[in-house]
């Protein structure tokens, strides 16, 4: 089981990015997808999350109408569109696969390796 996170990077205040997370080795159209970060000096947080089969998304209040998430069709990986980036929004940003599109760390047995995001003011 692998979970890889790309996209990451630096981009000013008011910007954007779109983090990918694919997945490899089990069939992640079973699991869920969620997507936490932790910011410097505080504790790992989940910011978006999306059900197995693709039709419900769920976010946290501080990035509603913000970012995006959303499966990719063809390919077993999973998209975090990030925009009006904020520089509260930098962290390192983490996927995994679970049982339900939740923010309970519990649900998620499989998790990624993390990419940076820092959003400069």
């Known amino acids: 089981v692998q979970l890889v996170e790309s996209g990451g990077g630096l981009v000013q205040s008011g910007g954007s990015l779109r983090l990918s997370c694919e997945a490899s080795?089990?069939?992640?159209?079973?699991?869920?997808i969620g997507w936490f970060r932790r910011a410097p000096g505080k504790e790992r947080e989940g910011v978006a999350a999306?059900?197995?089969?693709?039709?419900?998304?769920y976010y946290a209040d501080s990035v509603k109408g913000r970012f995006t998430i959303s499966r990719g069709n063809a390919k077993n990986t999973v998209y975090l569109q990030m925009n009006s980036l904020k520089p509260d929004d930098s962290g390192v940003y983490y996927c995994?696969?679970?049982?339900?599109?939740?923010?309970?760390?519990?649900?998620?047995?499989?998790w990624g390796q993390g990419t940076q995001v820092t959003v400069s003011p």
């Open positions: 995994a696969a679970g049982s339900a599109p939740v923010f309970g760390e519990n649900y998620y047995p499989f």
């Open positions: 080795g089990f069939n992640y159209r079973d699991y869920a």
């Open positions: 999306i059900s197995a089969r693709g039709d419900s998304g």
